[in-house]
């Protein structure tokens, strides 16, 4: 089992920055990809940026040039740097991170969720 718990989130007004944070416990030698998605009321969830498990780095194109994933694997922690906010970008913010079961199989495990809202 892997445990996910989010930081981060809060109101900031439009143009504003957030990081988020996500940080790892229990069988983290299984992950092999994590993630960042997001909810809005009334929208399916959608992926923002991932880490695929080649390293390859994926963004939604609505965010492309304003926000940042990366990791730090010394403190089994991926981070979501978010520049130029816009009120489209309010939803809540899921961690997402994949673990190997093994036999072909895996399993997304997720973080708790963490409230981003763009207002001024």
């Known amino acids: 089992q892997v445990q996910l718990v989010e930081s981060g989130g809060g109101l900031v007004q439009p143009g504003g920055s957030l990081r988020l944070s996500c940080a790892a416990s229990?069988?983290?030698?299984?992950?092999?990809?994590m993630g960042w998605y997001r909810q809005a009321p009334e929208k399916q969830r959608e992926l923002v940026a991932g880490?695929?498990?080649?390293?390859?780095?994926n963004y939604v194109d609505s965010v492309k040039g304003r926000f940042t994933i990366s990791r730090d694997n010394a403190k089994n922690t991926v981070y979501l740097q978010m520049n130029s906010l816009k009120p489209e970008d309010t939803a809540v913010y899921y961690c997402?991170?994949?673990?190997?079961?093994?036999?072909?199989?895996?399993?997304?495990?997720w973080g708790q969720g963490t409230q981003v809202t763009v207002s001024s």
């Open positions: 880490i695929a498990g080649d390293g390859t780095i």
């Open positions: 997402n991170m994949k673990g190997y079961l093994g036999s072909g199989s895996s399993k997304d495990y």
């Open positions: 229990g069988n983290i030698f299984s992950i092999y990809a």
